[in-house]
């Protein structure tokens, strides 16, 4: 047998460690990869899924400047009948059911 020198047991014991290491940082990559394309998957998944709800549940807002224009339309409509009533009960002029209640009323001019 062949006596191996220091030097190239040096050489044999760095050669070595430097698989190990080469062998545990691919494991290391894998892993990470395999993770990394997991996580990539569900991303994509949740920007399906928002994409579909845009698409399919939620209202541009074009479409709800219409809706948004008849229902200030409605609600304009009735506060206004509701001040017109207001208005109407403040400033009404008493009328009574007789004529002649109503030939003597101060409000109404018989002469002229």
């Known amino acids: 047998m062949a006596k191996i020198s220091q030097e190239e047991q040096i050489i044999q ?13 691919i ?8 993770a990394t394309t997991k996580d990539i998957s569900q991303i994509r998944d949740a920007i399906d899924k928002i994409n ?14 219409t809706v948004k224009a008849i229902a200030y339309g409605l609600v304009v409509t009735i506060v206004l009948g ?3 009533g207001l208005i ?14 109503a030939a003597t009323s101060p409000l109404i001019s018989t002469s002229l």
């Open 82 to 84: 509701f001040m017109g």
């Open 13 to 25: 014991i760095a050669r070595d460690a430097a698989q190990k290491v080469l062998d545990t940082a």
């Open 52 to 65: 579909d709800k845009l698409d399919n549940k939620y209202v541009t807002k074009e479409e709800f400047s």
């Open 27 to 34: 494991e290391t990559a894998k892993a990470l990869t395999a």
């Open 88 to 101: 109407y009960l403040v400033f009404k002029i008493p009328q009574s059911t007789t004529p002649a209640a």
